[in-house]
């Protein structure tokens, strides 16, 4: 019997109606400045926010713009973001077959749970990703930009850096396998406090240099073990965009942050 996971957060954190949606995506992705999107490799990792789209939409389009030269070359997305509703020890799989979103259902790698199986970190938890929206606000982009990808879904709850990139190592492949990190930056700081903040955060990054506090990004944690995984393959992290709530349609006392970050594998070639 196969299960699908239903959305959470349609009509809420983006619009509940599929050609409205597609709409809304394609329109972000166009807006994308040419040199941002087409500039450079495909990315073997990304970081995006998740919040509504309103809020965020255009920046994580930032990063998604830049996989549409691997359109046909993805096929597995490995995406984790932070337990917001439900904690959790580790990282949990959703034990669905299929996410689903107004656009149309993403099957779940099954090779790639069967080789986490082992993990002691990797656990199956529906009700951590029942409400979840850090995940789910990704998938309309990446149904969007990539044809035909399997999806590993992870919530990441109470984890050590290392057992996050042990994670993303086992599942690391080549050219087909595309890792998303969901995460925002700071929260509920005046804006020109959380610019500060997003911009010392941001260059923590870009430096490779971890751990982040939930304080800097609610990812932390998976961002945390991105960075561990991209010193060991030698990624270079290179910043799309930087903005937040205020700059959108927030008010200016309490901001969210967000950032689109792109990280690519050198080539070694001379």
């Not at 995940?135 to 982009?141: G, R, T």
């Not at 149904?143 to 042990?166: H, I, S």
């Not at 930056?185 to 959380?194: C, G, I």
């Amino acid at each position: 019997m196969q299960t699908v996971r239903q959305p959470a957060v349609a009509g809420a954190f983006y619009p509940g109606q599929a050609t409205e949606l597609a709409l809304d995506v394609r329109t972000f992705l166009a807006d994308v400045p040419l040199d941002t999107g087409n500039a450079g490799p495909v990315p073997k990792a990304i970081v995006v926010p998740h919040a509504g789209y309103v809020y965020s939409g255009s920046t994580a389009a930032l990063a998604y713009a830049r996989l549409a030269a691997a359109r046909q070359i993805i096929r597995r997305v490995v995406l984790l973001g932070p337990a917001h509703r439900v904690p959790v020890r580790g990282l949990a799989l959703p034990g669905d077959d299929y996410l689903a979103t107004p656009l149309g259902q993403v099957a779940v790698d099954q090779a790639a749970v069967a080789q986490l199986a082992q993990l002691p970190q990797v656990v199956v938890n529906r009700s951590v990703h029942a409400q979840e929206h850090a995940l789910e606000v990704q998938l309309p982009f990446l149904q969007t930009v990539l044809d035909n990808f399997k999806l590993v879904p992870l919530v990441v709850g109470d984890a050590t850096p290392e057992e996050v990139a042990e994670v993303l190592e086992r599942l690391w492949g080549g050219p087909e396998t595309l890792l998303v990190i969901s995460s925002d930056l700071s929260h509920f700081l005046p804006y020109h406090s959380a610019q500060q903040t997003d911009n010392r955060t941001v260059q923590s990054i870009l430096n490779l240099d971890g751990p982040l506090s939930h304080q800097q990004a609610c990812g932390g944690t998976p961002i945390n073990g991105l960075l561990l995984a991209a010193r060991r393959h030698g990624l270079q992290p290179q910043l799309l965009g930087l903005c937040n709530s205020g700059d959108s349609v927030g008010d200016r006392d309490r901001v969210v942050g967000y950032a689109a970050l792109a990280f690519t594998e050198v080539s070694h070639a001379h």
